[in-house]
């Protein structure tokens, strides 16, 4: 396995694009005249599954591997922690499907009271969970964006001012010895100054 600094960042960040463009194939809510189709939902919490694997199995790789590199840790960090709002993601398309499915079956009662009722509620639902699967879909992306940069080799600049700042300081010489005052010659008056 390649596990430089340049071919991790651009996993994290072709990771990061996969789940922007989940988030991009988003049914738009608040049209109640065009709810999403449940295969176009289905089709994505599959697709979304099989992001959730890809996090599995690049964790996997690195951990497995036997020479790990100074940043792997940081690597697989990131990958791991796009897992939970991946995860919350698929479960909030997973409520949609369920939503739609019951809109499926209640089509025939639509002009009830009751089930209109009901129906309108799992509009609303259905609605928030769009809602959190993009709020979902964004954090993942960002902490797996965020996790990129901190993989990257410092600059030189940074190298140079750490350099600079963590060098110690020379300890200051130690002051020569005071003189010691010989005896004076007899007759001559010593001064101090």
């Known amino acids: 396995m390649n596990n430089t600094p340049s071919s991790d960042i651009s996993a994290l960040r072709g990771m990061a694009s996969a789940f922007e463009a989940q988030r991009g194939k988003l049914p738009v809510p608040g049209n109640y005249r065009r709810l999403p189709g449940i295969v176009a939902v289905a089709r994505q919490m599959s697709e979304l599954g099989e992001l959730i694997t890809d996090l599995g199995h690049e964790v996997f790789l690195r951990a497995a591997a036997q020479d790990h590199e100074v ?40 002009n009830r009271p009751d089930a209109q009722k009901a129906r309108e509620a799992a509009v609303r639902v259905m609605e928030d969970a769009l809602g959190a699967a993009d709020t979902a879909l964004r954090e993942a992306a960002d902490s ?26 020379p300890a200051p010489r130690p002051a020569p010895p005071a ?7 007899p007759g001559r008056i010593v001064r101090g100054r």
């Open 71 to 110: 940043h792997t840790a940081r690597v697989i960090a990131g990958f791991a922690a796009a897992a939970r709002p991946a995860g919350e993601a698929a479960s909030a398309l997973g409520e949609t499907a369920h939503q739609l499915a019951f809109l499926n079956q209640t089509e025939h009662l639509r």
């Open 144 to 169: 797996l964006h965020a996790a990129s940069a901190t993989v990257s080799p410092p600059s030189v600049r940074l190298r140079a001012a750490r350099s600079r700042s963590t060098t110690t300081a």
């Open 179 to 185: 003189a010691t005052p010989t005896a004076a010659a």
